[in-house]
């Protein structure tokens, strides 16, 4: 298989990883173009075109983390311009009903996967939490890769339930 062909097969699970990594469309597409052009250009360093996919998303999740680390660093570097415009600094903090309602939907996630079975649970912190590759996720289980892909949409599918089950009930409450 040449590069092209890896990259078509391989490059619509990347995107979607990425979206969950970098958090929206345009950051996604620009580091999978990215990931892209740099894997073309190390392509002898892979060794086993099998893992191709495993190792474009190693590649793209660097990029995106990159990303992250310059758009924080971003303020920084504006703040000798700012002091010589004599602005003032707002606080770095969120205000706090954002943080409380950050703090409940980790909570409400956490509390949804843990009423997940255990091997739905397992399969789903390992691919979608810890961002294994689906090939280690089922050799470290031992099963076959179509089997954890089945899991794996089962287990997604019942998250979706019941997170909605949970946002319902709470915003019920309120």
Request: with cysteine; hydrophobic share 45%; net charge negative.
């Amino acid at each position: 298989m040449n590069f092209e062909e890896l990259a078509n097969e391989h490059k619509d699970a990347v995107y979607r990883q990425m979206l969950r990594v970098c958090g929206n469309h345009a950051d996604a597409e620009d580091v999978l173009m990215e990931a892209l052009l740099k894997a073309y250009r190390s392509l002898e360093q892979l060794r086993d075109k099998a893992s191709f996919r495993a190792w474009l998303g190693r590649i793209a999740r660097r990029l995106c983390w990159q990303l992250r680390e310059r758009e924080a660093l971003a303020p920084l570097l504006q703040l000798s311009l700012m002091e010589d415009e004599g602005t003032e600094l707002q606080s770095a903090e969120d205000a706090p009903d954002v943080e409380l309602a950050r703090r409940e939907m980790k909570a409400l996630l956490w509390q949804a996967i843990g009423e997940l079975p255990q091997d739905a649970r397992e399969i789903y912190v390992m691919r979608d939490l810890e961002e294994m590759s689906g090939e280690d996720v089922a050799r470290k289980l031992g099963i076959t890769l179509p089997a954890m892909k089945s899991r794996l949409h089962r287990a997604r599918q019942a998250m979706r339930e019941r997170l909605d089950e949970i946002l319902l009930a709470s915003a019920r409450q309120r």
